[in-house]
């Protein structure tokens, strides 16, 4: 947990500057273990599904970052 706290607060860090509103580490720690898991789950399935499925995580972390 301490090292996704940490990449947590970096990934947090590095878009501050383009953002209106700064994002929270916490959330980001959130995010980060989201994306592993369908990262890891697209990797179980065929190419045409995980595709989809790419498609749909991209939509939902793009939400998810511009509700911050």
Same mark, same amino acid.
Not at 44 to 63: D, G, I, K, S, W
């Given at each position: 947990?301490?090292?996704?706290? &940490?990449?947590?607060?970096?990934?947090? #860090? &590095?878009?501050?500057?383009?953002?209106? #509103?700064?994002?929270?580490?916490? &959330?980001?720690?959130?995010?980060?273990?989201?994306?592993?898991?369908?990262?890891?789950?697209?990797?179980?399935?065929?190419?045409? #599904?995980?595709?989809?499925? &790419?498609?749909?995580?991209?939509?939902?972390?793009?939400?998810?970052?511009? #509700?911050?």
């Amino acid at each position: 947990m301490a090292d996704s706290r &940490r990449n947590g607060a970096l990934i947090a #860090e &590095r878009p501050s500057p383009f953002l209106t #509103e700064p994002l929270d580490a916490t &959330r980001v720690v959130l995010i980060t273990h989201l994306v592993g898991s369908g990262v890891m789950l697209m990797l179980q399935v065929e190419n045409a #599904e995980a595709a989809e499925l &790419r498609q749909h995580l991209r939509a939902m972390m793009l939400a998810v970052l511009n #509700e911050s």
